[in-house]
């Protein structure tokens, strides 16, 4: 591939070098092989400009960035107005859009990403699907399984993985697209066939400054983060901004909530310490959802899941199915029974909204059980 079929008029290069075929893509530049592309850009911990003489040493075909052409490398320098967004819109190119040959799920929101991302899949390969999961806690491509180092890893990392499961004849990837990822440009320009909007409350604005910028970045999802517009959008009624953004949303809307008045809705729930049954109301019939997750929080997650999976013509007793396949999802209102004569839960909750549910929760449960107790939180 030239290097001209992966970027638009807006890249600045001179024009012999629109013509150069090179080898592959890469920002690290320990990884680089001779004429790969490297993309220079900022990262969290060192900058990535700092490794172009490096490069350029491995063979690089190119160097991309933002900033201009320094003299002593102006033949093998592209610049581009945004990089990361860049590396989003070359390395889908490069591998064929493979984001077009499979069904992208992207959920988004401070809370509740995890656990419904795990249900989605969970529900997807109960409908005898292969599919792909993004998240916090790892990756699962296939059959295959990463250690997660971001929750949305960098976007050619993304369409790598991608693109091998369309090889292995995949068809669904799930993500967890957090406000970090779509305000660098993470999922720049995918094309989500499904997007998910669990909650919002404060969290993050040590990055992102005010809560208006925070929100914004979600919402970058729901308007299709550089990419088409997301055929639907489910988005969870309960939540005040969730309203506002249905009646806003550019796409297909499905609403999920305990409240009346959502598409699906969860009536006679009935809460337990390691299980929750309710009925899901749905344009489709209802749903009898048995679950080993605890937790009423966990019943706007398994609703957001339950939407999802309808958006993805899935049926009702296959989503029954799949929700009871997913037995527990690790470091989310996890029970650990060593034996022990007392109750221990783990749970990631690191924002006031998630601590504030998760002890709501525990004192509900200690509630039911009729016996003196105390809660500690380490």
Known sequence: ??????????????????????HGLQYDSRKLEPDDLFFAFPGEHVDGHQFIPAALDAGAAAIV??????????????QVPHDRQALASAALRFYGRPDHQLKLTGVTGTNGKTSTVHLLDSILENAGLL????????????????Q??????????????????????GSHASF???????????VYGFDFHTVVFTNLSRDHLDYHQTME????????????????????????????VGREWLDTSSSETLSFGVQPGADIVAENVDVRLSSLHFRAATPRGSLEVRSSLGGAFNISNLLAAITAALTL???????????????????RFELIDEGQPFIVIVDYAHTDDALRN?????RELLGRSNRPGRILTV
């Open 1 to 22: 591939m030239k290097i001209g079929d992966l970027f638009d008029r807006r890249a600045l290069c001179q024009t012999g070098l629109r013509h150069k075929s090179i």
């Open 65 to 78: 960035s933002e900033r201009k052409a320094p003299a002593p490398h102006s033949e093998q320098w592209i």
């Open 131 to 146: 599919t792909a999961r993004f998240g916090t806690i790892e990756h699962k491509i296939g059959r295959r399984r990463f």
């Open 148 to 169: 997660a180092v971001n929750t949305t890893p960098e976007s050619l990392d993304i369409v790598r993985f991608l693109a091998d499961l369309v090889a292995e004849g």
């Open 176 to 186: 967890e697209a957090s406000s970090h990822a779509l305000d660098l440009g993470r």
């Open 213 to 240: 910028q925070y929100a914004a970045a979600k919402r970058r999802l729901l308007q299709g983060a550089g990419g088409e517009t997301p055929r639907y959008a489910v988005i969870n009624r309960d939540d005040p």
């Open 313 to 331: 013509d899935i049926d009702l007793d296959t989503i029954g199915e799949g929700i009871e396949a997913c037995r527990a999802v690790p470091g």
């Open 358 to 362: 998760l002890l709501e929760a525990a």
